[in-house]
């Protein structure tokens, strides 16, 4: 008995928020008690289009249109939706903490330990698969790009996993050997990391308008071939086509959460938060949207299925002429390459913060003196990523993204509804309007996107929850710094 | 300690001699002032231009050299050199062989900001071969004649070749008597915007640096002699700029970095990180050459 309380008050116990702000303070906090970078409303509005276009646009349509016809259209909007929803709730979550962290310390900090490390769980498949995910699409871009400047591309070998999702389980079959060029991204970035090269506002702000740029080139080229006829029929698979390729399509909206975890970083975060969240959503959505209605104008939806450098091929079928595909796929390929940077760094700096905790080994945090950087996490991420991105198909990593960052997600909404139960005096930034109808609208909507998904998807999900879980009763239990500090 | 002044009749020439004399004196020894030109042909021309030139230059190096000798006074015993060669660095290497320095000083370059040290065409080509440490001046460093060489600081890491280096600056320190003071630097300009992962990610992996710099800094001073005593300090700052400036320093300090270990042995060779600091020190930099493995 005593055993079993025991472990039920590792799993409640939480971080002190005060030990959270000590961690991460900076170096000036002591003199001026928490001196606020002060991040402005249109700041944190290109933040959230940053990193989240360039996460699925350019690859999602092949996979999606097959499932749901034109009317991909509405599962964009659905999975908008969806995303906003959760972004708000997830904001609310952030501002009660002081310092800006992943949904994983906000967890720990105000959830508990066990909901934490599950929460992390479905970071890494958030982080660490999304950018397998996104070098997979980035390498049929390189590929284009290739094809039009030399005239002929890499083997086929070398371009796709070996690995092919059937049914319950990846099995081998797949067109290629490995994934070459998703292999050679993870681990150029990597490299980047390692010498410590990071993405500053100012070029995240280029990187927003090269994204815009570039899909906005495709809308206006892509809008001179629009026929109606393509959109017909607008939903052959039914509304059940829409809700499957919705679920994928949330995979597109991951990195919103760059808004939502500014937290108390925002100037007046109670009037900005929600201005930022719902202003790069309705950026996001009304792109994709855009992108999505102008291709479906241009090809019949039947020719999508399988199309690699989706949006560039589009262009070359319809203009007869490479430059056009050549300026889309090369704005890809660089405003891609950001995304990764940007999703393999958030990867590395939650592991690194687990491994402060005491809930991964050491390892993972010890800073090299040479590069100044977790040399050791950022390879051993690389390693991870560069695999799944080499060997598994990319429908198989969207799913999962989705997977794992929708869990997360319900996961805080539902943490929303309990805090202001069980701490409602704890002062909050922000605040969810329509309390309690938005959280719980954030969590049916979260559950529907999750019951459309696949049955591999939930497979592997639980696969990979057992591993969490094993580890944490092996490992993360009894190592937690909380553990040391309470004996 | 000898200490040999790469002089030329200009700003640098002077904030090269300051330092030069900041040094001497701390050391107790002499000076080597040496002002370099450029070699003539050796044989004769028809009109004899070039022996005028070769006047010339001579005449010009004296004037440099008189120049030197009424900044040194009387107060430190001093050599005064003039040596053609066919490139300044040659010149100075070849002196610094022959009067067997221990260390070789200079000036900023002429395009450097005032109060910062920026190397020049020569200073460059010492920072990845000189066989003695080179010292950096920053542009119009003018030590009034009260200022004493007070204390060296030496940066260091948890690195393990850090630890030869804090040797070397200790065994500087009780040369010149004066004492030591490790320095690490921690910088928070690596955030990433955006992240998913929070604006003060980064600022979590500084900490860490900073307690395993504490760390490290513990282990050197645990293996330096007790005489001349050591202390340690953190320049912690969002930027190099405020990191540097989070620290009090002295007048009468200098710094001292060590080369990097992608260098040859004994030689000078400057990393990465070296670089940033001499590039936002505003006191003289010293820069020792890589040393022996135990």
Not at chain 1, 7 to 20: A, D, G, M
Not at chain 1, 48 to 53: H, K
Not at chain 1, 123 to 134: K, M, N, R
Request: net charge neutral.
């Amino acid at each position: 008995m005593t055993r079993v309380t025991a472990f039920l008050s590792r799993l409640t116990r939480k971080k002190p928020i005060e030990l959270l702000a000590r961690d991460m303070s900076g170096a000036e906090d002591a003199e001026h008690q928490h001196l606020k970078r002060g991040i402005t409303p249109f700041q944190l509005t290109m933040f959230g289009v940053g990193s989240t276009i360039g996460t699925g646009i350019f690859f999602v349509l092949s996979e999606t249109v097959p499932t749901a016809g034109p009317a991909v259209i509405v599962s964009f909007l659905i999975a908008g939706l969806v995303a906003g929803l959760t972004a708000l709730c997830y904001a609310e979550m952030a501002s009660m903490i002081p310092v800006s962290g992943s949904s994983y310390s906000y967890a720990y900090a105000t959830l508990g330990e066990g909901v934490a490390f599950f929460v992390a769980c479905c970071l890494i498949l958030e982080y660490g698969i999304s950018a397998a995910a996104v070098a997979v699409g980035w390498s049929g871009y390189l590929n284009k790009v290739f094809e039009i400047v030399f005239g002929a591309g890499l083997p086929a070998s070398l371009l796709s996993a070996p690995l092919v999702a059937d049914g319950y389980s990846l099995k081998p079959g797949g067109d290629g050997v490995i994934n070459l060029p998703a292999v050679i991204l993870v681990i150029l970035c990597s490299l980047l990391l390692i010498r410590g090269a990071t993405e500053s506002a100012k070029a995240n702000a280029i990187m927003v308008m090269v994204k815009l740029g570039i899909l906005a080139m495709f809308v206006l080229i892509a809008v001179t071939g629009f026929s109606a006829e393509n959109l017909k029929p607008f939903a052959p698979h039914g509304f059940a086509g829409v809700s499957a390729a919705a679920g994928t399509i949330f995979f597109t909206y991951v990195g919103l959460d760059a808004v939502s975890t500014a937290g108390e970083e925002v100037q007046n975060p109670k009037r900005n938060l929600p201005i930022a969240i719902i202003a790069a959503l309705i950026i996001v959505t009304s792109l994709y949207v855009l992108v999505a209605v102008t291709a479906l104008g241009v090809q019949p939806a039947a020719e999508f299925g399988g199309q690699e450098a989706g949006l560039a091929t589009i262009l070359q079928n319809l203009t007869g002429s490479d430059w056009p595909a050549l300026v889309l796929a090369g704005g890809a390929v660089i405003s891609v390459f950001s995304v990764t940077l940007v999703v393999l760094y958030g990867q590395t700096r939650i592991l690194f913060a687990m491994s402060r905790d005491g809930l991964l080994p050491e390892l993972f945090y010890r800073v090299n003196p040479h590069t100044l950087s977790p040399v050791a996490c950022t390879v051993i991420v690389a390693i991870f990523v560069a695999l799944i991105a080499a060997f598994v198909p990319d429908a198989v990593l969207w799913e999962l993204t989705s997977m794992g960052t929708l869990v997360a997600f319900m996961v805080v909404s539902t943490g929303v509804i309990v805090l202001r139960h069980t701490r409602p005096d704890m002062p909050r930034g922000f605040r969810v309007p329509f309390y309690p109808v938005l959280p719980l609208l954030s969590i049916v909507s979260c559950l529907y996107l999750v019951a459309n998904l696949n049955r591999a998807t939930y497979e592997l999900f639980a696969v990979w929850l057992v591993i969490g879980g094993i580890f944490y009763l092996a490992y993360s239990a009894r190592h937690s710094r909380l553990e040391k500090k309470a004996s | 300690m000898k200490v040999l002044v790469g002089y030329s009749a200009d700003s640098g020439g002077t904030e090269a001699l300051a330092l030069g004399l900041l040094l001497a004196r701390a050391g107790g020894s002499s000076l080597v002032v040496c002002t370099i030109v450029p070699e003539t042909w050796g044989h004769p021309s028809m009109a004899r231009v070039d022996a005028e030139y070769a006047r010339f230059l001579d005449q010009h190096a004296q004037k440099a050299l008189e120049k030197a000798r009424a900044q040194v006074g009387n107060r430190v015993p001093a050599t005064y050199l003039c040596r053609a060669a066919s490139a300044v660095r040659e010149g100075l290497v070849e002196v610094a062989e022959q009067e067997q320095v221990d260390c070789i000083t200079l000036g900023s370059a002429r395009s450097a900001t005032r109060g910062h040290i920026r190397a020049g065409s020569v200073s460059t080509g010492f920072l990845h071969t000189a066989p003695v440490p080179i010292a950096l001046t920053p542009k119009g460093y003018e030590p009034d004649s009260v200022t004493r060489l007070c204390r060296i600081t030496c940066a260091v890491s948890p690195a393990a070749e850090s630890l030869q280096t804090a040797r070397a600056a200790h065994k500087l320190c009780g040369r010149l008597k004066v004492p030591l003071r490790l320095m690490t630097f921690v910088v928070r300009d690596r955030q990433m915007y955006p992240t998913g992962a929070g604006y003060d990610a980064e600022n979590l992996v500084a900490n860490q640096w900073r307690a395993q710099a504490t760390e490290g800094q513990g282990k050197i001073i645990a293996q330096l002699p007790p005489d001349p005593p050591a202390t340690t300090g953190i320049a912690d700052g969002k930027t190099w700029k405020a990191a540097f400036e989070s620290v009090p320093w002295q007048s009468g300090e200098i710094v001292a970095v060590g080369s990097s270990n992608l260098g040859p042995l004994l030689r000078v060779f400057l990393g990465s990180n070296a670089t940033k600091i001499i590039r936002h020190a505003t006191i003289p930099c010293l820069i020792l050459p890589r040393p022996e493995a135990d």
